[in-house]
């Protein structure tokens, strides 16, 4: 059987890789000229995320390599008691073979050989039961360490979900304060960066989505942002938070700000001209400010 110590990754690498790659992009804005143009922040964001992939990897090749332990260790547990079936069956036939020799060499004396033969008979079947106990203390034994080595497993995909779910909000709330900007460049280069940060989450079965402006309210994939009882012909206005599923699994609705009944679909021109500074600055707080409860997951 292979041991733990064997199958474990060495860190320091990564996690040196990854605080180079985060010195690196606070060298490039502390030493960037101000204002910051769009290729130096974009070289820090892609220092910083490819920091985070660098600093994530050494954990998930361990769990990787823990997952091939689990399944040697089964595979040579299982070899093992075969051999050991082997052995016995071998100690069987030869304590049959002995008893049909004394059955022959003792026909003069009946009593003897029936003594003998039972005293075979009993031994054989303390052995059996002996060997059936201990079979079975080590099938308890293994379905213990397997259902811990399971649980440590599944906390283990929890705490890496959450980390990965976080780092999601966080570049959505990069990408809605870009495209708020004004300035269509910054706005492209995000988006392309979220998506690709969202091609890279969905390998694992990590899918975002979000909520068009228009869309019917539906409870069972939205979650209203300050109603605790939304009216059924409830309209979203806005994706506060993305919706996110998980192999197939709704793990946290998508957060939503829902359009007032009384207020008018389009904003007048002249209010967007007039105050675009502080509507941008009032929506990007608000969002900022939404409560951590309304963006945990349902099921971790």
């Known amino acids: 059987m292979k041991e733990v110590s064997e199958w474990k ?7 040196f890789g990854n605080a180079i790659l985060l010195v690196v992009a606070a060298v490039l804005i502390w030493k960037a000229p101000h204002p910051i ?3 130096e922040v974009l070289g820090a964001i892609a220092c910083v995320a490819l920091g985070s992939v660098l600093g994530c990897t050494p954990f998930y090749l361990e769990y990787l390599a823990t997952g091939k332990l689990i399944e040697v260790n089964a595979i040579g547990e299982v070899s093992e008691k075969i051999r050991d079936l082997q052995k016995f069956t071998v100690q069987v036939t030869a304590a049959t073979d002995q008893w ?7 026909k003069n004396s009946a009593e003897k050989t029936v003594a003998a033969a039972r005293e075979i008979s009993e031994s054989i079947a303390a052995e059996v039961r002996d060997f059936t106990e201990f079979q079975k203390k080590m099938n308890d034994a293994e379905k213990g360490a397997l259902r811990l080595e399971v649980d440590k497993l599944r906390r283990t995909e929890g705490d890496w979900l959450q980390v990965l779910v976080r780092i999601l909000d966080h570049i959505y709330s990069l990408h809605t304060a870009a495209a708020r900007s004004g300035q ?5 280069q995000i988006s392309s960066f979220q998506n690709a940060c969202r091609d890279a989450a969905r390998r694992v079965g990590l899918v975002p989505y979000a909520a068009e402006s228009g869309e019917e309210f539906d409870a069972e994939r939205h979650r209203a942002h300050g109603v605790e009882n939304p009216p059924d012909d409830a309209i979203a206005a806005e994706t ?3 919706g996110l599923t998980f192999q197939g699994r709704l793990i946290r609705p998508a957060l939503v700000r829902l359009r007032d009944a009384g207020a008018p679909i389009v904003v007048a021109e002249k209010e967007v001209e007039t105050a675009p500074e502080k509507t941008e600055m009032a929506e990007t707080s608000e969002t900022k400010t939404i409560a951590s409860d309304e963006l945990s997951l349902e099921a971790d």
Do not use: N
């Not at 049909?100 to 003792?106: G, I, M, N």
């Open 9 to 15: 990754v060495q860190k320091w690498p990564f996690l």
């Open 37 to 39: 143009s769009h290729w």
């Open 100 to 106: 049909a020799r004394v059955q022959e060499t003792t």
């Open 184 to 188: 269509p460049e910054l706005a492209a």
């Open 240 to 242: 506060l938070a993305p």
